[in-house]
């Protein structure tokens, strides 16, 4: 029953995408004003979405001078790489991105591991209390992190542990962990117990299950997981900056924020850095954009 | 044996509850404490006085956070209007008959995978006073620039348009899950009764997605409350306080000018601004 559901579920979120003209259209044959109106629309929701998107590539591929002339040009007349390159051995900017890389890849095995764990007690066994606690999870789930910036400044810097990398790691998991153990247990449930019982009746320990049967069956579910981890800790932004503000120390977003704000905004060198930061989300979200949507839907959830 | 297998689902969730306690749940209680002493960044490795509620009195007394109370409301309302309203029109108009909408609906919601950081550096060039496209365009136009970022009564409208194109992706997503929810068969048996299109609309679509657009709105609500990134990056909460929402304000207090008690008592009181967003919402729900 439960199974059933979940895949119905799934269905259902794939649809999201894939929907064409088959599914759950209103299916009336329609006028041609009214389908002038729709791609009207349409076309101005484009616009709105890419226009942004366009004109800080365009920028980033300009010479320095271009980038700040009148009247602006959306192709550049003669493009140059020369902003990308300056981004790219600028060491600040290059040691903020090797950590922005390192941070989100922490955090996101940190969270896979402790979540798989956290995700299976709740899907696999009855015990006492477990309903308040997935209940607590939702609710932790809907704090906003902004609240805690103070108090977490104060007790890592109590504990030394300012600017320091793997505290960041820490710290990003309580953005990531919550969702993760809802997203684990949901696709733990799909998959069939009778396995794992005639593995243990065999002997074999619930961790060692957990290692051989179940989270190889589990793959799609922790692509989502480790996509939208990595989504969330790259993104993040207002616990790095007030937490590992240290040239040393800063991931790729608060150095582009230090950037602008140390010297007076060069927006060529600016825009090849949001292209930059763009890429690798971007890149994740695409090539796993079939099992992306019910994750998303999952973990828009924390914005 | 027996003993272990009754702790077994503890100890796998042992590990996330830590982290949760030590990153979440700790410091949330904590800021009360906070607030109750007087904390700076210069007596932060010292000992704290023990002040009361006077970090609280200092807050009610700063027409600055009045301001930034203001601020919140006009930007929370216009944000929370704006990506509700595109958002809804979006997924009823990519819900119809349309070809291609699976690939224009992920498109859409690129701005989403993007961090609300870069939307802000997007949109500070884009609305720059004197040389960005958009006061250009303007200018083309025949009209007059605008001080998108130094006008203190447009500021906040610049913020809330960059708000809508970062946020608007989500309510997108999530009102097509609800519109996927609907029986096709409803719409089948409208028609066969003669309803217009614009009827089943307002007769069948909306009344079915109504508990999705509730938990959406209050979603979209309180993260309007929260979010500071865009502000800070933006303006960092100018002209003087013009675009101070209460959560930079927090920020500003604790981290600008080191007063990281009057921040966290700003902190408490956002968390009462949440709750009340989050009750009102539930309110409106059971009716």
Redesign the interface.
Known sequence: MKQDRSKNENHKFTRIFKSGDKTNHQRTSSGLGERLILYGLIAIFLFITFSPIVWIFSTSLKQNQEAMSFPPKLIPEDPTLENFIFVLTDPTLVQSLLNSFIVSIGSTLLSVTVSALGGYAFARFEFKGKNMIISIILGLFMIPVVINIVPLYIMLADLGLLNSLFALMLTFQILIIPLNILLLKSYFETIPQDLEESALLDGCSRLGVLRRITIPLSMPGFAIAAVLSFRFAWNEFILAVVLANHPDSTVFQVALYQFISLYRIDWGYLSAGITIAIIPVLVLMLSFQKNMVRGLTLGAIRG | MAQIS?L???L??A???A??L???????S??IY?ALHD?SLIT??KEWEYVGLENFVTLFDDPNFYTSLKVTLMFVGGSVALQFG?GI??AI??????????V????????????????A???K??LDDN?G?LN?ILNQLGVESVGWLSDPNIVIWSLVMANM?YGTP?TL??L??G????N?SL??AA?IDGAS?MR?LFHITLPLLKPFMIINLI?IT??S??L??IQ??MTGGGPLFSSTTA?LY??RQ??EFGL?SK??AA?II??LI?LTV?VIYVKFLRR
Not at chain 2, 107 to 119: E, G, H, N, R, Y
Not at chain 2, 179 to 182: A, D, N, Q, W, Y
């Open positions: 009754k077994q689902p503890y796998f969730l590990p996330s509850f982290i949760l030590v990153f979440l749940i700790f410091p949330l904590w800021n906070i904390v932060l490795l595109m029109l979006m108009v990519l819900n119809q008959q349309i070809r291609g909408s699976g224009y609906r992920a498109i859409l919601i690129i701005p989403w995978t993007i961090s609300a950081v870069i939307a550096f997007s949109f060039f884009i040389f496209i250009f194109w989500f997503l999530f097509t899950a519109l996927l929810s609907i096709p719409y089948e028609r299109k089943s979603l309180m993260w409350v929260n500071f990134d800070l990056i959560s927090m920020y604790a981290f990281l921040g966290a902190g956002l968390i949440n989050a």
